[in-house]
């Protein structure tokens, strides 16, 4: 399983980002992709899931109404639109991949290297 985010930057806030997980090595639609993000100082958190072989989709509370997730399954890549960012949107975000649609981090084993989201106030 590899996964490879891209698509981070600099950005200020209130303008949007859009975040990109390819993947490789496994059977995509059999697996959920999760996006997290870790800010300095704090612990790793779920922001929200997709489960591939359905299409269906959980975000949690801190992101609901302001990030997407979508997959397009011929690029085998999946999608966080991040819309409204905020200073405390700040962190490296990652995607990571389980065989069961849940969310948090503990159900998730392969992860990708992270890409660094920077808000300015």
């Known amino acids: 399983v590899q996964l490879v985010e891209s698509g981070g930057g600099l950005v200020q806030a209130g303008e949007s980002l859009t975040l990109s997980c390819a993947t490789s090595?496994?059977?995509?639609?059999?697996?959920?992709i999760g996006w997290f993000r870790q800010a300095p100082g704090k612990e790793r958190e779920g922001l929200s899931y997709?489960?591939?072989?359905?299409?269906?989709?959980y975000y949690e509370d801190s992101v609901k109404g302001r990030f997407t997730i979508t997959g397009d399954y011929a690029k085998r890549t999946v999608y966080l639109q991040m819309n409204n960012l905020k200073p405390e949107d700040t962190a490296v975000y990652y995607c990571?991949?389980?065989?069961?649609?849940?969310?948090?981090?503990?159900?998730?084993?392969?992860w990708g290297q992270g890409t660094q989201v920077t808000v300015s106030s």
């Open positions: 090595g496994f059977n995509f639609d059999d697996y959920t």
């Open positions: 990571a991949a389980s065989s069961v649609f849940i969310p948090g981090v503990d159900a998730y084993d392969d």
């Open positions: 997709i489960g591939l072989s359905d299409g269906d989709t």
